[in-house]
T-cell receptor
């Protein structure tokens, strides 16, 4: 079945450091890929998405490129801020999975001032 | 536009009891999904409803059930509660074109924190 694997956290960075959170997936169809973010005490919210191979999703300085050849969708940001501290979830949905959204385990990010 | 609302926000129950959680989706959204979030298992898909029909179900026992009303509001019920049911239950709504969820963003509520003693 479909699955998503994310790098384990927590990830601790200093402000203005470069961020990469790795995400790889397994899917039998042609999935859409997402990154969601969960701030403390809140529900998840969409950060960015990509719906086909080689698409790049971007938002708030975050980027991720849909790489079909490596089945990856790594999240990157050039300069993190304290306000980026949150839990980040990689997710996919596709037709063969009945359109269910499958989430990775989440990666907690701490950014120090 | 109001976001997804979930009630109650916090709930404490004892083993063997049952519980009903409520979710009001964003106005106009016809798809509602439920997830269980725990530190050990992450987000686990429970079920998805579209226009009052359950279209998908995750790998949870029959004690977990749900329904959707004609106004798209949804409820989930857990009977015979167990300690392991303690979790944050998240509801998400979306507005798929022709019911197709592929590539469609989900909007999440803040969740209901259920504690089973």
């Amino acid at each position: 079945g479909n699955s998503v694997t994310q790098m384990e956290g927590p990830v601790t960075l200093s402000e203005e450091a470069f961020l990469t959170i790795n995400c790889t997936y397994t899917a039998t169809g042609y999935p859409s890929l997402f990154w969601y973010v969960q701030y403390p005490g809140e529900g998840l919210q969409l950060l960015l998405k990509a719906t086909k191979a080689d698409d790049k999703g971007s938002n708030k300085g975050f980027e991720a490129t849909y790489r079909k050849e490596t089945t990856s969708f790594h999240l990157e940001k050039g300069s993190v801020q304290v306000s980026d501290s949150a839990v980040y979830f990689c997710a996919l949905s596709d037709r063969t999975g009945g359109f269910k959204t499958i989430f990775g385990a989440g990666t907690r990010l701490f950014v120090k001032a | 536009k109001a976001g997804v609302t979930q009630t109650p926000r916090y709930l404490i129950k004892t083993r063997g009891q049952q519980v009903t959680l409520s979710c009001s989706p964003i106005s106009g959204h016809r798809s509602v999904s439920w997830y269980q979030q725990t530190p050990g298992q992450g987000l686990q898909f429970l079920f998805e409803y579209f226009s009052e029909t359950q279209r998908n179900k995750g790998n949870f026992p029959g004690r977990f059930s749900g329904r959707q009303f004609s106004n798209s509001r949804s409820e989930m019920n857990v009977s015979t509660l167990e300690l392991g049911d303690s979790a944050l239950y998240l509801c998400a709504s979306s507005s798929p074109t022709s019911g197709n969820l592929l590539g469609v963003e989900q909007f999440f509520g803040p969740g209901t924190r259920l504690t089973v003693l």
